[in-house]
């Protein structure tokens, strides 16, 4: 049984690799070391909520091994850390393998797809007791040839590991980096939180806004699909946050579950971590519906030189849509019957 943060997150990287490759008719056995007897899985849409082994192992992997049956895991980042008396470890990275039948009405391709992740679990008397799987089911979609949505105004494609390459904490952290790298998230986090958008919302109020203190001037910000990657200030700006913040005026944001540090990186996430009114046209090519929403959002960070470099973004795109009155799924077999 795992008694630290450096041995919990050891077994657990070993342990979701064996997982992942279980195969078919093999999620149980290996669940059942891993997880508490009655863990709750929360997932994107539309796998969302469930509890207990028995119906993670059935409604989760056994039907994505169906799929892909040579299916592996591929870490990228690996963070463990403690946020109000819970222990945490947190990956972000992708399952990998090809494609041979259909998963959630989106069609086989054949070939090899990356699944891309962004995960939470918290780890409790040596077992997973809560997973957070934010899994960019809309990527996947992206893969199969099919997209049933405007373009995206970032790049699309597979994100990369952090520059630095630490992004596996698999060795002890310096605590005074840990708690500096949360210190420096939460303050740029604050910085968006403070910012008027009704009356400075702008381009270039954005740009000279006190969050371009925290962000290096090389920086990357890779969003899920449906938002995709940019480059540089002037490209988040300009590809999401405008956009999201025109649609978005009146978010509530940092209504977080975990907040961690661990060396170079954080990790943020709630369930959902943003709530707002959907005002404003563009983002996602949608009109205003005039819609409450929560958006489940995971926000994992690299800081380096000081500044913040790099920001992976998983975001439950398709959850959100269904929000706003937009079943995606729904659109793929319409596309798919013609």
Same mark, same amino acid.
């Given at each position: 049984?795992?008694?630290?943060?450096?041995?919990?997150?050891?077994?657990?990287?070993?342990?979701?690799?064996?997982?992942?490759?279980?195969?078919?008719?093999?999620?149980?056995?290996?669940?059942?070391?891993?997880?508490?007897?009655?863990?709750?899985?929360?997932?994107?849409?539309?796998?969302?909520?469930?509890?207990?082994?028995?119906?993670?192992?059935?409604?989760?992997? #056994?039907?994505?091994?169906?799929?892909?049956?040579?299916? #592996?895991?591929?870490?990228?980042?690996?963070?463990?850390?403690?946020?109000?008396?819970?222990?945490?470890?947190?990956?972000?990275?992708?399952?990998?393998?090809?494609?041979?039948?259909?998963?959630?009405?989106?069609?086989?391709?054949?070939?090899?797809?990356?699944?891309?992740?962004?995960?939470?679990?918290?780890?409790?008397?040596?077992?997973?007791?809560?997973?957070?799987?934010?899994?960019?089911?809309?990527?996947?979609?992206?893969?199969?040839?099919?997209?049933?949505?405007?373009?995206?105004?970032?790049? #699309?494609?597979?994100?990369?590991?952090?520059?630095?390459?630490?992004?596996?904490?698999?060795?002890?952290?310096?605590?005074?980096?840990?708690?500096?790298?949360?210190?420096?998230?939460?303050?740029?986090?604050?910085?968006?939180?403070?910012?008027?958008?009704?009356?400075?919302?702008?381009?270039?109020?954005?740009?000279?806004?006190?969050?371009?203190?925290?962000?290096?001037?090389?920086?990357?910000?890779?969003?899920?699909?449906?938002?995709?990657?940019?480059?540089?200030?002037?490209?988040?700006?300009?590809?999401?946050?405008?956009?999201?913040?025109?649609?978005?005026?009146?978010?509530?944001?940092?209504?977080?579950?975990?907040?961690?540090?661990?060396?170079?990186?954080?990790?943020?996430?709630?369930?959902?971590?943003?709530?707002?009114?959907?005002?404003?046209?563009?983002?996602?090519?949608?009109?205003?519906?005039?819609?409450?929403?929560?958006?489940?959002?995971?926000?994992?960070?690299?800081?380096? #030189?000081?500044?913040?470099?790099?920001?992976?973004?998983?975001?439950?795109?398709?959850?959100?849509?269904?929000?706003?009155?937009?079943?995606?799924?729904?659109?793929?077999?319409?596309?798919?019957?013609?």
């Amino acid at each position: 049984m795992p008694t630290n943060h450096l041995e919990t997150k050891h077994w657990l990287h070993a342990g979701l690799a064996r997982l992942a490759e279980a195969g078919p008719g093999g999620a149980a056995a290996v669940l059942a070391n891993l997880y508490a007897p009655d863990a709750e899985w929360r997932g994107a849409h539309p796998l969302n909520e469930m509890r207990g082994a028995e119906a993670i192992a059935a409604a989760v992997w #056994e039907p994505l091994f169906a799929a892909c049956p040579d299916l #592996e895991r591929r870490d990228l980042i690996v963070a463990a850390g403690t946020f109000e008396g819970r222990d945490y470890v947190a990956a972000v990275g992708h399952y990998c393998g090809v494609f041979h039948a259909d998963w959630l009405g989106i069609p086989a391709t054949g070939r090899t797809v990356y699944l891309r992740y962004g995960e939470v679990h918290e780890v409790r008397g040596g077992r997973i007791v809560q997973s957070s799987c934010l899994w960019d089911i809309l990527d996947l979609i992206r893969q199969a040839g099919l997209w049933p949505l405007p373009p995206s105004l970032g790049a #699309e494609g597979m994100w990369p590991g952090p520059i630095t390459g630490e992004g596996l904490r698999l060795a002890p952290a310096n605590s005074a980096q840990s708690a500096a790298s949360l210190a420096q998230t939460l303050a740029m986090q604050g910085t968006l939180g403070a910012f008027r958008d009704h009356e400075d919302a702008g381009r270039e109020e954005l740009l000279a806004m006190p969050q371009r203190a925290h962000w290096h001037e090389r920086m990357m910000w890779y969003g899920p699909a449906g938002i995709g990657t940019t480059r540089g200030l002037p490209g988040f700006v300009d590809q999401h946050q405008l956009p999201f913040r025109i649609a978005f005026p009146n978010r509530k944001g940092g209504q977080h579950y975990i907040r961690i540090g661990d060396g170079p990186i954080s990790v943020t996430g709630g369930w959902p971590s943003v709530t707002a009114t959907h005002t404003g046209g563009g983002f996602l090519g949608l009109g205003p519906t005039g819609r409450l929403v929560g958006m489940r959002v995971m926000d994992f960070y690299l800081h380096h #030189e000081g500044l913040i470099r790099e920001n992976w973004v998983p975001l439950d795109i398709l959850d959100l849509l269904m929000q706003l009155g937009v079943d995606v799924l729904a659109r793929l077999r319409d596309l798919r019957r013609r």
